[in-house]
């Protein structure tokens, strides 16, 4: 299979091999090993270089990174290569890419890699996805990188594209899955003026006070901070 994703000529014989790949390295610690030791993550991270990413070899990469260590996935070149997914993939790809941001930017250097990389503005642009999992993938990539202030001015400086998508994650419909980042991710931002007001014009509060009751962590702290904020707009127009 790795040696298809390099020298395969057949129509279709790449994607194949990529999707082999993807569902060997699902569970098995023992075979992900196995397709590290015989360059089968450096062969995906090259297929991933043509002008249509496909979700197979991104999705088997994301079954792969918890093996590599971060220098070896700077060596590589894997950011370069999510951050072409994320602008040139499909949305299946796109989501896959968002997936793989999660399970490497532990690490605070990491972190700053990934934001210094360009990848948080297409994380964002992700956010307006119609599939319910691929905004999932995208506010928890987001929310875990705002730990970092540099990241969180990123954020920010898509802030009325930002605020209106993670507003819109508040729904408390069981199906929405993704209410539980966008929480976390409009916690970081609440620290501006500006990012609070776009919070409550949104409709924000309405949305909290439905996740409190639901106890979706952080909700009751942020819907108090916003409240707070509503009453000295109030008193400060008087």
């Known amino acids: ?31 992900r090993r196995s397709v590290i030791a015989e360059g089968g993550f450096s062969n995906l991270l090259a297929y991933l ?6 979700e197979s070899a991104v999705a088997a990469l994301r079954n792969l990174v918890g093996s590599v260590s971060e220098d070896v ?57 119609k599939a319910n999992s691929a905004r999932e993938a995208a506010s928890q990539a987001i929310s875990s990188l705002m730990v970092l202030s540099a990241n969180r001015r ?14 819109q994650l508040l729904d408390p419909n069981p199906q929405n899955t993704a209410k539980k980042y966008a929480v976390s991710c409009l916690a970081s931002l609440s620290s501006c003026k500006k990012c609070k007001k776009l919070m409550i014009s949104y409709g924000a509060i309405g949305y909290l006070k439905k996740l409190s009751e639901m106890e979706i962590p952080g909700s009751k702290k942020l819907l108090e901070r916003l409240e707070r904020g509503k009453l000295r707009s109030l008193f400060s127009r008087k």
């Open 1 to 31: 299979m790795i040696e298809l994703l390099s020298s395969g000529i057949l129509l279709g014989t790449k994607e194949y091999a990529a999707e082999c790949l993807q569902n060997l390295t699902a569970s098995n610690e023992n075979l």
């Open 49 to 54: 270089d043509g002008p249509l990413p496909q």
């Open 73 to 129: 996935l700077d060596s590589l070149g894997l950011l370069p290569r999510l951050v072409h997914v994320l602008k040139s993939g499909s949305l299946g790809a796109k989501q896959a890419a968002a997936s793989v941001i999660c399970r490497i930017c532990g690490p605070v250097e990491m972190k700053k890699m990934i934001g210094e990389a360009g990848c948080i503005p297409l994380l964002i642009n992700l956010l307006e996805a």
């Open 154 to 167: 990123e954020v920010k400086k898509d802030d009325k594209i930002v605020v209106p998508s993670l507003v």
